[in-house]
């Protein structure tokens, strides 16, 4: 499972212990996320079993992307994880485990 949490684009990388205190936006599965990746919706360089982070300039230009997969159910969970992030003005971190 890859988990994403919403995190200010100005905030430092949160120490491990720290992730509690950040808003959880939702997860993906491995197979979801690499039919996102073939979709072209997620770039191939985030690597699914590493920590990475999204800013909010990425998600905006994502958001507008998946606006061409209308009921795509991968699309829709990954539309939910961004929407949260963007209603609160903040990017995303990704913590794969």
Do not use: C
Request: aromatic share 10%; charged share 30%; proline share 3%.
């Amino acid at each position: 499972m890859l988990d994403f949490y919403v995190i200010p684009d100005s905030a430092e990388k949160p120490k491990p212990e720290d992730l509690e205190n950040l808003e959880y936006a939702g997860g993906l599965e491995l197979s979801t996320y690499n039919r996102l990746v073939r979709k072209g919706l997620i770039d191939s360089g985030f690597d699914f079993y590493s920590d990475f982070r999204w800013g909010s300039q990425l998600l905006r230009h994502m958001e507008s992307s998946i606006q061409d997969f209308e009921n795509d159910t991968d699309v829709g969970l990954l539309k939910r994880i961004i929407e949260k992030a963007m209603s609160r003005r903040s990017g995303l971190m990704a913590i794969g485990d």
